[in-house]
């Protein structure tokens, strides 16, 4: 009886040991998120009057963003988001920051990918961003372009120029994303092989007499 009741002293001990050495750790988290959260703040704080100063708001307007951010039901100013943005990712890299702490094999693994794919996303969204006021841009100068020709369908030649350098883009996102890129490449090649073959049928079926004349 004496044998049972010492082994389970024993392990009651070793539990307790544990909690002991746990404690310390969950405090040193609960610290660093009270830091993040401080962090996050004052980073929020100090981009909105950046961005108020630089007058973002105007020059995003003008190059497109704030419609991309409205048609994507975003109805913040892009400075409003991007200050919000900027103030959730200082509070998870805390947040991961802090479970780090606990010293965890799950966590610090989970923890370690998280700050390997952190800078895929980033250049993935730098992608989207360029990406989109690059195709708005080509797709106004093709606007412009096929009203100088006198083409009739000078809006439809700018919105399917718009909407292939859209397609192209997100396709370049997400491969640099890895998601599923073997799948994201077969899928544009047939969408890009289909339209190509669409328009050569069109431009041959309809397009024979342009053809002649030049």
């Known amino acids: 009886m ?81 200050s919000l943005f900027a103030y959730w990712l200082v509070v998870v890299i805390f947040v991961m920051a802090g479970f780090s702490s606990l010293n965890l094999k799950a966590t610090n693994e989970l923890i370690s990918l998280f700050f390997l794919y952190l800078p895929r996303f980033f250049s993935a969204l730098l992608i989207i961003v360029i990406g989109y006021i690059f195709a708005g841009f080509l797709g106004r100068a093709a606007l412009l372009t096929g009203v100088n ?4 369908q000078s809006k439809l030649l700018g919105q399917t120029v718009r909407l292939f350098v859209l ?29 190509v073959l669409a328009l050569s049928l069109a431009f041959g079926l309809g397009g024979r007499d342009a053809a002649k004349n030049v």
Do not use: C
Request: glycine share 6%; net charge positive; aromatic share 16%.
């Open 167 to 195: 397609i192209f883009v997100f396709a370049m996102a997400l491969e640099q994303l890895s998601i599923a890129p073997g799948i994201v490449f077969a899928a544009f090649s047939i969408f890009f092989g289909g339209v």
């Open 2 to 82: 004496n044998r049972y009741a010492n082994e389970l002293f024993s392990r009651l001990k070793i539990f307790f040991d544990k909690i002991m050495n746990f404690i310390p750790d969950l405090l040193v988290m609960f610290i660093i998120l009270v830091v993040g959260f401080v962090a996050a703040h004052i980073v929020r704080f100090v981009l909105t009057r950046i961005f108020r100063a630089i007058k973002f708001d105007v020059w995003s307007d003008s190059v497109g963003i704030a419609s991309m951010l409205n048609k994507s039901g975003i109805q913040s100013t892009p400075s409003a988001f991007i």
């Open 149 to 152: 020709s006198g083409i009739r």
